[in-house]
């Protein structure tokens, strides 16, 4: 008797079609990054000079010097670091709970909410390209700038709450109101970031059935508890998607003072330095997407 062939089950089939979609990006990972990747890894523990005939470089072992250097020798590398690791502590949650606002008033219905929502989705357009440089190296923007800073009022009502609710640095609740206050100082950057979370947290909402609300309401839940029992949980496995989206995008940012100086390394040809930096910056991020995974993923609820 010929056997009989087992049945495939659509978690399988949703997975072969999920690596299908992701083969060109695997393909391409293969043929292009593995080489250069492993090339800028001997880097690290290489002294790199380029050749007198300029056909290419010549790599010396050294170990772990370049390390020690960007650890010990470099004055600027760490300081750098722990500042741009606090900078994505503190932007991450701001930027998904304000996405997540955002996506919750933009799934209501409304008249002209296309509109607006092109309008949360433009910051992604005009942040990419030729307009980032525009943004932070046009000449007219940054006078502009100072102008504005110049002749703000420093007698606002945030910096006159801020005066008088940070009142001890050392007091938890004033910890608390200072972090708070950062938020707000940044609201625009965070703005900016939130367009592609906006998005997906708009998509994941779109999939709740209505008729789950229906019948919570019929049960007589509230609205705070229907959010929290039905939207929250089933939008969940979208948040951890847009934690790992937003960590890398502040980590990626054309403002990043860890890439600023990683390049300016790289210009002024000290490749091995450059790529020990670039090494250690890269191994940071991987630990903080995989610590935030390992916590959110036991909290992600998952629904076919």
Known sequence: MKKQKKKKTLAFKNAVAGYLFILPFILGFILFMVVPLGQSLRMTFSSVNPMPDGTGISMDWVGIKNYKDAFLVDAEFVPMLLGEITKVLINTPATLIFSFFIALLLNQNFKGRGFVRAIFFLPVILSSGVIVGI?????LLSDMKEMIAETSNDASVTAVLEEILVTSESSPMSKMFQYVFDIINKVYDIAIAS???????????????????EAAKIEGCTAWESFWKITF???????????????????????????????????KLNYGFSSAMA????????????????????????YE
């Open 279 to 302: 090494w250690v910056y890269f191994l940071c991020v991987i630990i903080i997407l995989g610590i935030v995974s390992l916590i959110i993923s036991k909290k992600v609820y998952y």
């Open 135 to 139: 943004e932070y190296n046009n000449a």
């Open 195 to 213: 367009g592609i979370q906006i998005i997906m947290f708009l998509s994941a909402l779109q999939t709740i059935s209505p008729s789950m609300f």
């Open 233 to 267: 949980p089933m939008v969940s496995s979208m948040i951890l998607v847009n934690v790992i989206y937003t960590v890398i995008d502040f980590f990626l940012k054309t403002d990043n003072t860890v890439m600023t100086k990683i390049s300016e390394e790289v210009g």
